[in-house]
């Protein structure tokens, strides 16, 4: 068997992209999407109907917001034709500070799944990892309301998201990689990486405590990422990893695994808000990732929701 074949024993692999065509070359379980790869698959041609599709559902009187909402849930739909499992979709990440901003996000996104005939259990709802996020995420799961917290850089952020009983979260490994690059100069080698270390941690953690929070690890940089983190519950992986994987025959070895995890000699902790926000500020790596990523997801909203604008006319 190949790589990506091996992998699927024992880990969930997730296609992280917004191109159909992939989705159906490597048929994962699951997909999620962000507003940078919907931006990158609505700007190509082989898409264009999905824009056109959405304004036109939306109704002229809507809004460029509006427009968006629909334009998500219409890939999310398509996405779910492919895949046979869950798709993630993203709350605008302008509402990653704001509570109620978020919750109402989200109903709206699994209202209009709803009504298009999906059913929310195929659906995470993706919020940022901050503590208004993980707040909001909390109220959404006690409504059946599944949620993904995303940009997730640190150990504090994991355990309030257990705690909080989040369905998923979506360690960065590859961005905490980037940073620890940039600032100390050094390659690591992948059993060294920071970022596979940081979901080992967290793995580990919430098997040894019993918590149902699934561990999906995502943003990869090189295929060793992946196969040391071989056993994770899920893997979310980009098409170019996935070709990798399916390429090479190598025997791929367990190595993160439940009933090891019950070994550790980690010890059970938990964050009031002050306490994370504390945390949080204390690493560095994690503070400077996750305002970037908001950053950086926001400016693709925006870019968004200019493309939209531009063929509204």
């Given at each position: 068997m190949n790589q990506l074949d091996q992998l699927k024993q024992f880990t969930t692999v997730v296609a992280?992209?917004?191109?159909?065509?992939?989705?159906?070359q490597f048929a994962p379980r699951d997909a999620t999407t962000n507003p940078s790869l919907?931006?990158?698959?609505?700007?190509?041609?082989?898409?264009a109907w999905l824009i056109d599709q959405s304004i036109k559902d939306a109704g002229a009187a809507a809004t460029t917001e509006q427009v968006i909402d629909r334009l998500l849930v219409l890939f999310?739909?398509?996405?779910?034709?492919?895949?046979?499992?869950?798709?993630?979709?993203?709350?605008?990440?302008?509402?990653s500070f704001d509570r109620e901003g978020s919750?109402?996000?989200?109903?709206?996104?699994?209202?209009?799944?709803?009504?298009?005939?999906?059913?929310?259990?195929?659906?995470?709802?993706?919020?940022?990892?901050?503590?208004?996020?993980?707040?909001?995420?909390?109220?959404?799961?006690?409504?059946?309301?599944?949620?993904?917290?995303?940009?997730?850089?640190?150990?504090?952020?994991a355990v309030a998201c257990a705690d909080a009983g989040?369905?998923?979260?979506?360690?960065?490994?590859?961005?905490?990689?980037?940073?620890?690059?940039?600032?100390?100069?050094?390659?690591?080698?992948?059993?060294?990486?920071?970022?596979?270390q940081s979901v080992t941690q967290i793995y580990t953690y919430y098997k040894k405590f019993g918590y149902k929070t699934e561990v999906m690890g995502a943003s990869f940089r090189n295929r060793g990422e992946i196969t040391e983190l071989a056993g994770c519950d899920l893997l979310t992986i980009a098409p170019s990893l996935l070709g990798e994987l399916q390429a090479s025959n190598e025997p791929l070895v367990r190595k993160l695994d439940p009933a090891a995890a019950k070994d550790s000699d980690l010890k059970k902790v938990s964050f009031d808000e002050k306490s994370f926000r504390f945390a949080?500020?204390?690493?560095?790596?994690?503070?400077e990732k996750t305002a970037e990523g908001i950053r950086l997801f926001s400016a693709d909203i925006v870019k968004l929701e200019q493309l939209v604008a531009k063929k509204r006319g």
């Open positions: 992280d992209t917004g191109d159909f065509a992939s989705m159906k919907i931006l990158k698959a609505a700007a190509m041609p082989d898409y999310g739909r398509e996405i779910l034709k492919i895949v046979p499992g869950r798709v993630s979709t993203e709350v605008d990440a302008r509402l919750i109402a996000k989200a109903r709206e996104i699994i209202s209009l799944y709803e009504k298009a005939g999906t059913p929310r259990e195929r659906i995470l709802i993706k919020i940022a990892s901050t503590w208004e996020g993980i707040k909001a995420a909390e109220q959404l799961q006690k409504e059946k309301i599944n949620c993904n917290l995303t940009l997730l850089f640190s150990f504090p952020q989040i369905q998923l979260i979506s360690p960065f490994v590859g961005r905490i990689l980037d940073w620890y690059k940039k600032s100390t100069g050094k390659d690591y080698a992948a059993a060294e990486d920071p970022g596979v949080l500020n204390d690493d560095a790596m994690a503070t």
